[in-house]
Nanobody, 117 residues
Framework: QVQLVESGGGLVQPGGSLRLSCAAS????????MGWYRQAPGKQRELVAG???????DYADSVKGRFIISRDNAKNTLYLQMNSLSPEDTAVYYC???????????WGQGTQVTVSS
């Protein structure tokens, strides 16, 4: 079993920055991909940013140019640097790790990000 523990969420003013971290209980180099998802109240969970084991990244259009996903295999940790935050970024952010074959998904418990003045 894999445990993913997110941290770094909190309350920030519009225009501010936060860095989320996701610490894994085992080597993250074993995962084919990792990513950050978010879910706002009344909305479906959506992919924010993803990164493959080879280092390729992908971002939702709404965060391109503002968020940066990265991974530190030595620390078994995934990061999400979030800049120029707006109230629309308010959500619970979840860390995901995926491995295949066969396809297996692992999720963290989520961390709340609130952008408000």
């Amino acid at each position: 079993q894999v445990q993913l523990v997110e941290s770094g969420g909190g309350l920030v003013q519009p225009g501010g920055s936060l860095r989320l971290s996701c610490a894994a209980s085992r080597s993250i180099s074993s995962f084919n991909s990792m990513g950050w998802y978010r879910q706002a109240p009344g909305k479906q969970r959506e992919l924010v940013a993803g990164i493959t084991s080879g280092g390729s990244t992908d971002y939702a259009d709404s965060v391109k140019g503002r968020f940066i996903i990265s991974r530190d295999n030595a620390k078994n940790t995934l990061y999400l640097q979030m800049n120029s935050l707006s109230p629309e970024d308010t959500a619970v952010y979840y860390c995901n790790a995926a491995k295949w074959p066969p396809k297996r998904n692992y999720w963290g418990q989520g961390t709340q990000v609130t952008v408000s003045s």
